[in-house]
């Protein structure tokens, strides 16, 4: 590695805080030089083929030449201008085209500049509607255990209390209803039964009803049927409360269908997206919300929804999304999506037999190998590089989520590192 870069990455471990790590402990990091198509280049020289989309966002690879494009022709006329009281083409034609590709009842868009905050805009969202309409008891969420929704304190308080990662937190959060979490057998009852018991029990003071569609992310990579999800449709009109959808991570495409929530046949009252929306290149989210919500709020005492990003819509995030959902859509992208996941069921399922392993599983573009025990970060992450890929595992689960664009050969060569991996533990 050139001197240069030693010095940085000296500094780096001694002074910056990097995702889920300890100052005292840093975890190793790798220097990127650049990254090009599904390869990320290190500072030493060598190439590593990209297995998590930089944590599901960069679904079309890296640096490429339409995204490229948007981000420069926008920056000629302006990078950020303010939303309040102002508004832009980029923000009008990406809220278009969000309307147009989620379901018919989502007519009105709240831009983020996270997927985080997009959840808290959701939940101000809910229990202002009920507000609204004279139940101001009606503050509570519901959601379902090995939960994840971001890391700001309403996101936290939704996610898993017990697993999840924000436990320390527990007493200063907000408490909310956990229902057992369900799994892919969609003749599960008891998951079904459990959460319609704390609906019967508390539905008075429930004001929505949060969960991840068909698959749960950083909370343990979990995948469940979409009868489950229908059920629990049925379930929010029988007991009045919201359904709000976290599609933060499955949304565009990533589980096989445009947005999970269509593999359950329903429609949320209220919509997260984020992460792929700008392809990987800028951070921004959105809260979409029904007809039935936004007059809602808009027709009670106190109709202005509370909040607003300073970045809100920034008109270059806004403008590479319009390109990424425009790159999306017309390319064959569910064939590329379902070849993904015809290629990780037949290269992972040798791992079923390895002694370390405890499951095997795959939704689209979604590969999981769990294992009997806790990954040492320390040791598999630079293992994983040596093997010429990027892999980035957490808690018991080695898992990945490629980009869209990526070739069978690569594919097979992360999916091997995997599996080598996976025997080499003890």
């Given at each position: 590695?050139?001197?240069?870069?030693?010095?940085?990455?000296?500094?780096?471990?001694?002074h910056i805080w990097h995702p889920y790590t300890s100052?005292?402990?840093?975890?190793?990091?790798?220097?990127?030089?650049?990254?090009?198509?599904?390869?990320?280049?290190?500072?030493?020289?060598r190439e590593l083929i990209d297995g998590m989309s930089?944590?599901?966002?960069?679904?079309?690879?890296?640096?490429?030449?339409?995204?490229?494009?948007?981000?420069?022709?926008?920056?000629?006329?302006?990078?950020?201008?303010?939303?309040?009281?102002?508004?832009?083409?980029?923000?009008?034609?990406?809220?278009?085209?969000?309307?147009?590709?989620?379901?018919?009842?989502?007519?009105?868009?709240?831009?983020?500049?996270?997927?985080?905050?997009?959840?808290?805009?959701?939940?101000?969202?809910?229990?202002?509607?009920?507000?609204?309409?004279?139940?101001?008891?009606?503050?509570?969420?519901?959601?379902?255990?090995?939960?994840?929704?971001?890391?700001?304190?309403?996101?936290?308080a939704v996610c898993d209390p017990d697993s999840g990662?924000?436990?320390?937190?527990?007493?200063?959060?907000?408490?909310?209803?956990?229902?057992?979490?369900?799994?892919?057998?969609?003749?599960?009852?008891?998951?079904?039964?459990?959460?319609?018991?704390?609906?019967?029990?508390?539905?008075?003071?429930?004001?929505?009803?949060?969960?991840?569609?068909?698959?749960?992310?950083?909370?343990?990579?979990?995948?469940?049927?979409?009868?489950?999800?229908?059920?629990?449709?049925?379930?929010?009109?029988?007991?009045?409360?919201?359904?709000?959808?976290?599609?933060?991570?499955?949304?565009?495409?990533?589980?096989?269908?445009?947005?999970?929530?269509?593999?359950?046949?329903?429609?949320?009252?209220?919509?997260?997206?984020?992460?792929?929306?700008?392809?990987?290149?800028?951070?921004?989210?959105?809260?979409?919300?029904?007809?039935?919500?936004?007059?809602?709020?808009?027709?009670?005492?106190?109709?202005?929804?509370?909040?607003?990003?300073?970045?809100?819509?920034?008109?270059?995030?806004?403008?590479?999304?319009?390109?990424?959902?425009?790159?999306?859509?017309?390319?064959?992208?569910?064939?590329?999506?379902?070849?993904?996941?015809?290629?990780?069921?037949?290269?992972?399922?040798?791992?079923?037999?390895?002694?370390?392993?405890?499951?095997?599983?795959?939704?689209?573009?979604?590969?999981?190998?769990?294992?009997?025990?806790?990954?040492?970060?320390?040791?598999?992450?630079?293992?994983?590089?040596?093997?010429?890929?990027?892999?980035?595992?957490?808690?018991?689960?080695?898992?990945?989520?490629?980009?869209?664009?990526?070739?069978?050969?690569?594919?097979?060569?992360?999916?091997?590192?995997?599996?080598?991996?996976?025997?080499?533990?003890?």
């Amino acid at each position: 590695m050139p001197n240069d870069w030693k010095s940085a990455v000296e500094f780096d471990q001694q002074h910056i805080w990097h995702p889920y790590t300890s100052l005292s402990h840093p975890s190793p990091v790798f220097p990127v030089a650049s990254a090009s198509g599904v390869r990320l280049k290190l500072a030493d020289g060598r190439e590593l083929i990209d297995g998590m989309s930089s944590w599901w966002a960069a679904i079309h690879g890296y640096n490429h030449p339409a995204l490229n494009a948007a981000i420069e022709d926008q920056l000629k006329s302006m990078s950020h201008v303010m939303f309040g009281g102002l508004t832009h083409k980029p923000a009008i034609d990406l809220a278009k085209k969000l309307i147009d590709i989620t379901h018919k009842n989502l007519q009105h868009v709240f831009f983020a500049d996270s997927g985080s905050v997009a959840v808290e805009v959701s939940i101000k969202m809910a229990i202002q509607y009920w507000a609204s309409k004279d139940k101001p008891k009606k503050q509570r969420l519901l959601t379902i255990k090995n939960g994840y929704h971001g890391d700001t304190f309403g996101a936290m308080a939704v996610c898993d209390p017990d697993s999840g990662m924000h436990h320390l937190f527990k007493d200063v959060l907000a408490q909310h209803f956990f229902a057992k979490s369900p799994n892919q057998d969609e003749h599960d009852t008891e998951a079904i039964n459990d959460f319609e018991q704390l609906l019967v029990q508390n539905h008075l003071s429930i004001a929505a009803v949060i969960l991840e569609p068909i698959m749960q992310g950083a909370g343990g990579m979990r995948f469940y049927s979409s009868a489950y999800l229908k059920k629990v449709r049925e379930l929010c009109d029988k007991y009045d409360v919201l359904l709000i959808l976290d599609e933060i991570a499955t949304g565009f495409g990533r589980t096989g269908t445009l947005f999970a929530y269509e593999q359950a046949s329903i429609a949320p009252d209220i919509l997260c997206v984020g992460k792929a929306l700008t392809g990987g290149y800028l951070s921004l989210a959105a809260t979409l919300c029904s007809r039935k919500v936004a007059d809602g709020i808009g027709g009670g005492e106190h109709p202005t929804l509370m909040h607003g990003p300073t970045f809100m819509a920034n008109p270059m995030a806004c403008a590479v999304a319009n390109a990424s959902l425009e790159l999306l859509i017309n390319s064959p992208w569910k064939q590329h999506v379902d070849n993904i996941e015809v290629q990780l069921k037949a290269e992972l399922k040798p791992c079923s037999n390895i002694n370390s392993v405890k499951d095997v599983r795959v939704k689209g573009a979604v590969g999981v190998i769990e294992l009997h025990k806790p990954i040492d970060i320390r040791w598999m992450q630079p293992r994983f590089v040596e093997l010429g890929v990027w892999v980035r595992p957490f808690s018991n689960l080695v898992y990945v989520m490629p980009p869209y664009i990526i070739e069978k050969k690569d594919l097979s060569q992360i999916t091997s590192a995997m599996r080598q991996i996976a025997s080499e533990i003890i």
